[in-house]
T-cell receptor, first 114, second 116 residues
Framework: GAGVSQSPSNKVTEKGKDVELRCDPISGHTALYWYRQSLGQGLEFLIY????????KSGLPSDRFSAERTGGSVSTLTIQRTQQEDSAVYLC????????????FGPGTRLLVL | KNQVEQSPQSLIILEGKNCTLQ??????????LRWYKQDTGRGPVSLTIMTFSENTKSNGRYTATLDADTKQSSLHITASQLSDSASYICVVSLSYHGGATNKLIFGTGTLLAVQP
């Protein structure tokens, strides 16, 4: 594909349910990032994958959040036992190799926890 | 504390006019500074990336400046168009041993509205 894609574009769920968000980075990009954007807030770093290195999970807000990247391509962000404060836009980005390069963002998944 | 502050929070200008958005940061050690444009309902799009040794960079009608001594940056938009209506986000990257890291500190953005 031409850019980073994310699915679903919108997700409404009930408090306590688990959700999975998917990110397809640009083909050939080895670096992948997940961010969270809450209303009126700046983007908040969640997790970073670089090639086969161990991911930087330092931004994950709690152990209810986890992410995987299979085969160095597609990534899924899982939120278990969702809470209302998890409601936000979850953005994925990729870059070719290094963190110093341009990041290309997907359109985001808008998550609403009722 | 590493912070990025942007001003103004919002701005309304008439089509064809110029405007300048400000970014002040306290991030240290500093690696690079980026400006992004985020249309409503979309992901951010990169406009410029500047390292500490660069003090200006242009991308079409967008010109970013950087003063690493005063830790200030600005984004100047020339001859604004309706399509420039968006949120403009300033982002500063932390450095580690002189190299870039994935630690990006995001400002909350300036919301620009260009009116006909």
């Amino acid at each position: 594909g031409a850019g980073v894609s994310q699915s679903p574009s919108n997700k409404v769920t009930e408090k306590g349910k688990d959700v999975e968000l998917r990110c397809d980075p640009i083909s050939g990009h080895t670096a992948l990032y997940w961010y969270r954007q809450s209303l009126g807030q700046g983007l908040e770093f969640l997790i970073y994958f670089q090639g086969n290195s161990a991911p930087d999970k330092s931004g994950l807000p709690s152990d209810r959040f986890s992410a995987e990247r299979t085969g160095g391509s597609v990534s899924t962000l899982t939120i278990q036992r969702t809470q209302q404060e998890d409601s936000a836009v979850y953005l994925c980005a990729s870059s070719l190799v290094s963190v110093a390069e341009t990041q290309y963002f997907g359109p985001g998944t808008r998550l609403l926890v009722l | 504390k590493n912070q990025v502050e942007q001003s103004p929070q919002s701005l309304i200008i008439l089509e064809g006019k110029n405007c300048t958005l400000q970014c002040n940061y306290t991030v240290s050690p500093f690696s690079n500074l980026r400006w992004y444009k985020q249309d409503t309902g979309r992901g951010p799009v990169s406009l410029t990336i500047m390292t500490f040794s660069e003090n200006t960079k242009s991308n079409g009608r967008y010109t970013a400046t950087l003063d690493a001594d005063t830790k200030q940056s600005s984004l100047h938009i020339t001859a604004s168009q309706l399509s420039d209506s968006a949120s403009y986000i300033c982002v500063v990257s932390l450095s580690y041993h002189g190299g870039a890291t994935n630690k990006l500190i995001f400002g909350t953005g300036t919301l620009l509205a260009v009116q006909p």
